[in-house]
């Protein structure tokens, strides 16, 4: 089955970028899009972006000026930027396939399949 | 933004309870709305997409219902392992999927 898994480093500078990788195992990342998901220590939800496999991608408004997300089919990998970290930016860090259904306009999203996630520590 | 809220933020409950949910959005949103379960430490679950359609795999005791600004998830009977916290999601404004505060369920 597939399966999806984080990896980088788990602390980070202020000010510096964070720099995460998934790794999705167990078939292929054509065909679909993939998210950057995050969750402050225990708090909610907050979606950061998502890359289709060609490399389209759509990022949060809030954070569109620091995130950037690419793709490596060949690895079968995605990856995720995040420049000029702060405290505010500790959180598990999750990712996830995004899967829509287009029966309607616009189409049905939804996050099915998830990584266990990695917590990124913003500190000096 | 399409703002989403949850209500009540916590609940305790017995097994076998009958549990409800409710999720509110700022705006319309048809039937664009996801139910995801989430246990301590590890990756929500997905369990009920487009307001009601149940994700494969998960039980039948998971319900959703809704549209417009109002849905809720229902647990028909409530068993020990769903102990945890749900969260609403909505997907009509895109860019910017947005989740509610969550409602953690816990044994009364």
């Known amino acids: 089955q597939v399966q999806l898994q984080e990896s980088g480093p788990g602390l980070v500078k202020p000010s510096e970028t964070l720099s995460l990788t998934c790794t999705v195992s167990g078939g292929s990342i054509s065909s679909y899009y993939w998210s950057w998901i995050r969750q402050p220590p225990g708090k909610g939800l907050e979606w950061i972006g998502y890359i289709y496999y060609s490399g389209s991608t759509n990022y949060n408004p809030s954070l569109k000026s620091r995130v950037t997300i690419s793709v490596d089919t060949s690895k079968n990998q995605f990856s995720l930027k995040l420049s000029s970290v702060t405290a505010a930016d500790t959180a598990v860090y999750y990712c996830?396939?995004?899967?829509?259904?287009?029966?309607?306009?616009?189409?049905?999203?939804?996050?099915?399949?998830w990584g266990r996630g990695t917590l990124v520590t913003v500190s000096s | 933004d399409i703002q989403m809220t949850q209500s009540p933020s916590s609940l305790s409950a017995s097994v076998g309870d009958r549990v409800t949910i409710t999720c509110r959005a700022s705006?319309?949103?048809?039937?664009?709305l996801n139910w995801y379960q989430q246990k301590p430490g590890k990756a929500p679950k997905l369990l009920i997409y487009a307001a009601s359609s149940l994700q494969s795999g998960v039980p039948s005791r998971f319900s959703g219902s809704g549209s417009g600004t109002d849905f809720t998830l229902t647990i028909s009977s409530l068993q020990p392992e769903d102990f945890a916290t749900y969260y609403c999601?909505?997907?009509?404004?895109?860019?910017?999927?947005?989740f509610g505060p969550g409602t953690k369920v816990d044994i009364k």
């Open positions: 705006q319309s949103i048809s039937s664009y």
């Open positions: 996830a396939r995004s899967n829509r259904i287009a029966v309607a306009a616009p189409p049905y999203w939804y996050f099915d399949l």
């Open positions: 999601q909505q997907s009509y404004s895109t860019p910017g999927f947005t």
